[in-house]
């Protein structure tokens, strides 16, 4: 085992009851180590991958001097000389060039993106300009009160030559794909993406199905559908185990089994301390935990732990604490793993419409919160009514997390509250 292939660095164990939400995203951040190796992918597949190497501009972009718009170049200076009236002496369209000079006081018919010929600087639209036929040769009147420049893209005014444009760590989205294809480059250095054994227990679970009707008990595996969807929202592979019973051996064995073919682990449901909750038991016996029980809300057991080389993370069944250790933990620790650039979910100070007495202290909160507006068009932040970890309809109807930290014990409606909007979490809206 190499070193690069080291998850995490272990010695980093605590001995609190309850860790702080900061605490965890710190151990995550400085004790998780990237383990993806790299591999070179073509633009067409790039598409939501993490660079590997720096991107360095081999050119200026654009290339040459050019049109912004239809119309006629000219040189500036001339204006006043030619009294506003050119003869034209060439036409270039886009992806074309002129090689000769162009005399004093002359102008050229140019179209958007055409390179401006040497000497010239300036370009005026089209629809300001008027052509005429003076002695059998072309003319054209320009309008005064263009500046000089007007309507010319400079060489390199978007990207110099030597510019180190995207650093290692960058996700690559539609922008980033222009920019790279914009360079002249085709191939670029990725990590590879990492391979996810996906897993949810419980005696409860069904398989969702038509045919498969519930007994009194039962409930249909959500989770399993919703961290799949969740997982795809980043760079890794999904190997779907499906639904495991209740019963220690077999939890043991599948996780025994999925850790040497896989970089992480994710399970939900039985990480608690139940004697039906297998997942932290059979974890101990086969690996080591790292962080087990958070001080927050929902999603107290959530687990942090590894299997030989494969790391682990135990999330609750309930399908809102699920979600939320997903966006909040499993995001940043694939990030991580993976070597991409973390970068901590911008919180936005919003007024809350609801009141909050009594909230614990020592413990940070996370509620589903609905975006409204005040009578004033002012942003407000409205928390899903009801407060049940199952309720499915919630995480539908939010558009973000309303996160109170641990200080607090109330909050009064109409005063701001962090909120963080699920597109930090790099999930769409609705
Ligand atoms: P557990 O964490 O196993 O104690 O489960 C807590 C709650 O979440 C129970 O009500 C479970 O039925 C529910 N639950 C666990 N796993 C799932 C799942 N995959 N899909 C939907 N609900 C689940
Ligand atoms: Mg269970």
């Known amino acids: 085992m190499s070193d690069a292939r080291k998850l995490l660095n272990d010695c980093f164990l605590h001995d609190k009851d309850r860790l702080r939400h900061d605490e965890a995203i710190a151990i995550i951040l400085d004790q998780i180590n990237a383990i993806a190796g790299t591999e070179i992918v073509s633009l067409e597949d790039a598409s939501g991958r993490y660079l590997a190497k720096a991107v360095k501009s081999p050119r200026d972009v654009p290339l040459t001097d050019n049109a912004a718009v239809d119309g006629y170049a000219y040189r500036h200076e001339d204006f006043e000389a030619a009294g506003g009236w050119f003869e034209v002496v060439d036409r270039i369209a886009a992806g074309h060039t002129r090689q000769a000079d162009v ?44 500046k000089a420049g007007a309507n010319r893209r400079k060489a390199g005014e978007d990207v110099l030559e030597g510019t180190t444009m995207l650093m290692p760590g960058e996700r690559i989205r539609p922008q980033e794909l222009a920019a790279i294809a914009s360079l002249g480059i085709a191939e670029v250095s990725v990590f590879k993406k990492l391979r996810v054994a996906l897993l949810a227990t419980g005696d409860e679970l069904q398989r969702p199905d038509s045919q498969n009707n519930l007994k009194p008990g039962q409930v249909y595996d959500s989770n399993s559908a919703m961290l799949k969807g969740l997982l795809e929202t980043l760079p890794v592979t999904i190997t779907n ?22 970089d992480l682990i994710l399970t939900s449901g039985g990480a608690s301390r ?22 927050i809300k929902p999603g107290r057991p959530m687990c942090l732990g590894q299997i030989d080389d494969c790391a682990f993370v135990g999330l609750p069944g309930n399908p809102v604490a699920a979600f939320v250790c997903f966006l909040l933990y499993v995001r940043p620790i694939l990030l991580r793993m993976h070597g991409a650039t973390y970068q901590e979910p911008v919180r936005y100070s919003v007024n809350a419409t609801f009141s909050i007495a009594n909230k614990k202290p020592d ?24 407060d049940g970890s199952g309720l499915i309809t919630g995480l539908r109807e939010a558009d973000g997390l309303i996160e109170i930290d641990e200080a607090a014990t109330s909050l009064q409606a109409g005063t701001p509250v962090s909120f963080i909007p699920f597109s930090q979490f790099g999930l769409l809206r609705h």
């Open 103 to 146: 005399p004093k006081n002359a102008a050229v018919r140019i179209f958007t993106g055409a390179t401006v010929p040497d000497g010239l600087d300036t370009v005026a639209m089209q629809e300001d300009c008027e052509p005429h036929v003076q002695d059998g040769l072309p003319f054209v009147a320009i309008p005064p009160g263009l």
């Open 241 to 262: 185990f499906g639904i495991l019973k209740d019963d220690a051996e077999l939890v043991e064995s599948t996780l025994s089994q999925a850790a040497a073919e896989h």
């Open 274 to 295: 139940g004697e039906e909750d297998h997942i932290i038991t059979s974890l101990d016996k086969l690996g080591k935990r790292h962080m087990w029980q958070l001080a």
């Open 363 to 386: 413990r940070r909160e996370f509620l589903r919160g609905i975006l409204g507006q005040d009578g004033n068009g002012g942003l407000t932040v409205s928390k899903f009514e009801r």
